[in-house]
């Protein structure tokens, strides 16, 4: 098997190959291809005769796939790109289905290391989030725009923070002293109305950690974003098809889980996993991001759509 990317490790990278089964010839979307490490592993199974067509709404990303990819087999097809076009974009080709979705919806490590882009809090950086760097709004315009009671419910709805009432409260008294405007900034009012010091050790994760995640997945409309993918999955796969979707919450989960079930019921798959896949205990020791990964992956019978 091909060795990921240097200083990228995918998640679950031999159940991926194993249960979407990609084969020489076929039409693959990577939806997130990121840095390349699963494209990396599809395009090999594909072979010179495969198409892989790699979506990513980070141009940074998209540009780090574009050489780790170059000497690849076969045809690869960058898209910067949301994967909610996924039909969209499959249309302008005159693509009527493909034999492979993989959809990994974690933060890279890439853009949780970058300071400037404002994902995490671990370096002061700005209070962006945005992976798609064309989008309007970033973190910032959220947590000084919103008001006290949207922005609670936006921060319990995204990662069900049960302090997220005494969390909007806090950020809104401390924006009307001065905008917030950067993360290392953020993360301290969060910590002062959680009461637990930044470097606390009741609990296994940092207090801003969920506030965070929340600002995050509405900045880029992650979970819409998911729905539309979702939908349009069925009517983009080949029959016998699979389409596969890595998560990191139980939000994100729920959805690819109910959504799978839906389509069984209906008829229009089967499911491969019927519980989700999870890392075997030496990867979670190699690769701490995969200790929360989730692979649920379905398969595209012929029943026609509704």
């Known amino acids: 098997m091909i060795e990921p990317p240097t200083g990228h490790t995918p998640v679950l990278p031999h159940e991926v190959v194993k ?23 599809l395009a090999q199974a594909i072979g010179p005769t495969g198409v892989l067509h790699a979506l990513d709404a980070d141009g940074a990303a998209l540009e ?28 302008e080709r005159d693509i009527s289905g493909v034999d492979v979705i993989l959809a ?13 882009r404002g994902f995490s809090f671990s ?25 006290e009671g949207d922005l609670a419910d936006l921060i319990y709805e995204y990662s069900q923070e049960r302090l997220s009432r005494r969390i909007a409260k806090r950020i809104c008294a401390a924006r009307r002293e001065g905008r917030i405007t950067t993360t290392s900034r953020l993360a301290e009012i969060v910590c002062r109305a959680t009461g637990a010091p930044p470097h606390s050790r009741r609990s296994k994760i940092h207090p801003a950690t969920r506030t965070f995640q929340a600002l995050r997945m509405a900045v880029n409309d992650e979970l819409p974003a998911l729905k539309e993918l979702l939908e349009q999955a069925p009517g ?8 596969g979707i890595i998560s990191f919450h139980s939000l994100e989960d729920r959805m690819v889980k109910w959504d799978f079930r839906r389509c069984k019921d209906e008829g229009t798959y089967d499911l491969v996993t019927r519980r989700p896949v999870v890392a075997e205990a030496e990867e979670r020791r190699e ?20």
């Open 104 to 116: 990994d919806l974690g933060v890279s490590s890439m853009q949780l290391g970058d300071p400037q």
């Open 19 to 41: 249960l979407l089964a990609p084969q020489p010839g076929d039409v693959v979307v990577d939806a997130t291809v990121g840095a390349g490490g699963h494209a990396a592993l």
């Open 287 to 306: 690769n701490p991001r995969s200790r929360s990964a989730k692979l649920r992956v379905a398969r595209r019978t012929g029943h026609a759509l509704g």
């Open 236 to 243: 983009c796969l080949k029959t016998g098809g699979r389409i």
């Open 64 to 91: 780090l796939a574009r050489t780790r990819l170059e000497d690849v087999a076969g045809s690869v097809v960058l898209h910067q790109a949301n994967f909610r076009d996924l039909r969209a974009i499959l249309d």
């Open 123 to 147: 370096s002061d950086g700005p209070l962006d989030m945005r992976m798609d760097s064309r989008l309007e709004a970033g973190a910032a315009e959220l947590v000084n725009r919103m008001g």
